[in-house]
T-cell receptor, first 117, second 119 residues
Framework: AQTVTQSQPEMSVQEAETVTLSCTYDTSESDYYLFWYKQPPSRQMILVIRQEAYKQQNATENRFSVNFQKAAKSFSLKISDSQLGDAAMYFCAYRRITNFGNEKLTFGTGTRLTIIP | KAGVTQTPRYLIKTRGQQVTLSCSPISGHRSVSWYQQTPGQGLQFLFEYFSETQRNKGNFPGRFSGRQFSNSRSEMNVSTLELGDSALYLC??????????????????FGPGTRLLVL
């Protein structure tokens, strides 16, 4: 079974600084998807960034980028120029690829990010 | 395009009652998945529906059931509620089956959730 581990329950960063959230996963599959979602106090789960395992190039979305290390099964999220609105719970998620597209998301336990003004 | 909507947003029930939660996916999305989020267990997969068929099911008791309608709207039902069923129930939709990049198709977009409190 696939597992996702987020070893940092809480992180904090000064506004405008850079922070990196860690995520490791365990799978025997060679192809899969990885996602970072944020969940602000409103509890709405919002997609931040996504990565296909077969793509070596790290995904980037504006201030958000990932460091995907397939051999190490590591998928960290870097947030540059942190803003107050980035304060949220961040979840790393894994999804196995199947022919039917019916596979679930497996989530980590989350990292609570606090932005210090 | 409107996002995933869930109704009701908040619900209070007592033990032994049953509850039905509703989810309307993003227009055009045919796959709907349900997740339960609790402080103790985190985010856990309940089931996935596509074209009115349940294709995948998580490790939950039979009290948890769901269905999907021809317009892709989905409902989940919990019978004989227990205190431990108190949770945030999240619905997610994806555009699987539509033309486009595979990663786009398989990305799940979440609704705001229904917070259920069982007393």
């Amino acid at each position: 079974a696939q597992t996702v581990t987020q070893s940092q329950p809480e992180m904090s960063v000064q506004e405008a600084e850079t922070v990196t959230l860690s995520c490791t996963y365990d799978t025997s599959e060679s192809d899969y998807y990885l996602f970072w979602y944020k969940q602000p106090p409103s509890r709405q789960m919002i997609l931040v960034i996504r990565q296909e395992a077969y793509k070596q190039q790290n995904a980037t979305e504006n201030r958000f980028s990932v460091n995907f290390q397939k051999a190490a099964k590591s998928f960290s999220l870097k947030i540059s120029d942190s803003q107050l609105g980035d304060a949220a719970m961040y979840f790393c998620a894994y999804r196995r690829i199947t022919n039917f597209g019916n596979e679930k998301l497996t989530f980590g336990t989350g990292t609570r990010l606090t932005i210090i003004p | 395009k409107a996002g995933v909507t869930q109704t009701p947003r908040y619900l209070i029930k007592t033990r032994g009652q049953q509850v039905t939660l509703s989810c309307s996916p993003i227009s055009g999305h045919r796959s709907v998945s349900w997740y339960q989020q609790t402080p103790g267990q985190g985010l856990q997969f309940l089931f996935e529906y596509f074209s009115e068929t349940q294709r995948n099911k998580g490790n939950f008791p039979g009290r948890f059931s769901g269905r999907q309608f021809s317009n892709s709207r989905s409902e989940m039902n919990v019978s004989t509620l227990e205190l431990g069923d108190s949770a945030l129930y999240l619905c997610a939709s994806s555009s699987l089956g539509l033309a486009g990049e595979l990663l786009d198709q398989e990305t799940q977009y979440f609704g705001p959730g229904t917070r259920l409190l069982v007393l």
